[in-house]
C-alpha cells in the first residue's frame, strides 16, 4: 500500500480526491463503522462546577453533542462527505443551501470539541506572554475584553455562539448564529462559548450574561487558547 492510496479522514483531500482515491482502490479501503467519532469529554461531568453543573455537562456532552454526531453520521453516510475530516465537512458544507443540515451538525459537532478542550482544568486562570499582549493591544485590558465578550454573547438573537477569533493578524470578538462559526469563514477560533440555552438554562436560567462571565472568570484554560493561535 502506498500513501496515495491510504485514506485517512484526517488527511487533507478534496472531494474530488477522495472520489478518485476510492474508485482507483476499492479492495484497499474499508468504510469504517463511524466516520465521524464523537471525542471523549476530557474530564469528568462534575469537574466544571460550581460554574456549570454535572447535569449540565452530562446533557449537553452526553445528548446535545452526541446527537449532532449521530446525525451528521446519518446525514453523511455513502457520501464523500463521509470520507473527509470533521473541519473538512464543515467547509465542504459551509453556505451550499442543500448540504444545510450536514453543516448544521458538522458546525455544532466541532463546535463543541472547541468548546469542551478549552475548559480542562489545571492550565493558567489568565492570558500570558503573547495572546496577553494581543488582548491588551485589542481591547485594552483583560476587564474590558471580558465585558466586551459577554456584551458579544448578549447580542446573539437566539442560539448561537461568541467567539474569540483571530484573523488578518488580530483578535476579534464575534457572534454567530445557531451552528456557524470561524473554521467555516476561514478565521482562526480561540475562544467559543455556546449560548444556545441548552448550555446554560439549567444552571443560570436566563442570566446568560452572568455565565458568560463566570466561564471567562473561571474555566477557560489559557494554555489551550494560545496553543490555538497560528505562530
Ligand atoms: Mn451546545
Request: aromatic share 10%; proline share 5%.
Amino acid at each position: 500500500m502506498t500513501s496515495s492510496i491510504t485514506l485517512g479522514r484526517r488527511r487533507m483531500l478534496s472531494l474530488a480526491a477522495v472520489s478518485a482515491t476510492v474508485f482507483a482502490a476499492p479492495a484497499l479501503w474499508t468504510r469504517p463503522a463511524r466516520a465521524f467519532d464523537h471525542p471523549a469529554l476530557p474530564y469528568d461531568d462534575s469537574a466544571l462546577e460550581p460554574v456549570i453543573s454535572a447535569h449540565t455537562v452530562g446533557l449537553h456532552y452526553g445528548r446535545h453533542h452526541a446527537g449532532y454526531f449521530r446525525n451528521l453520521n446519518r446525514l453523511t453516510e455513502g457520501t464523500a462527505l463521509a470520507e473527509l475530516s470533521l473541519e473538512e465537512a464543515v467547509q465542504a458544507s459551509s453556505g451550499i443551501p442543500s448540504l444545510q443540515p450536514v453543516f448544521n451538525n458538522a458546525g455544532q459537532a466541532w463546535n463543541h470539541v472547541v468548546y469542551w478542550d478549552q475548559f480542562v482544568p489545571g492550565g493558567p486562570s489568565a492570558p500570558e506572554g503573547r495572546l496577553a499582549g494581543m488582548i491588551d493591544e485589542t481591547f485594552g485590558d483583560l476587564e474590558t475584553f471580558k465585558e466586551q465578550f459577554v456584551s458579544t454573547a448578549g447580542s446573539v438573537f437566539g442560539s448561537g455562539w461568541a467567539w474569540l477569533t483571530y484573523h488578518a493578524g488580530q483578535l476579534w470578538l464575534e457572534g454567530l448564529r445557531n451552528a456557524d462559526n470561524p473554521l467555516a469563514h476561514g478565521r482562526t477560533a480561540l475562544i467559543g462559548i455556546d449560548v444556545w440555552e441548552h448550555a446554560y438554562y439549567l444552571d443560570y436560567e436566563n442570566r446568560r450574561g452572568e455565565h458568560v462571565r463566570a466561564v471567562l472568570d473561571s474555566l477557560i484554560n489559557w494554555s489551550v487558547v494560545a496553543d490555538r493561535l497560528p505562530s
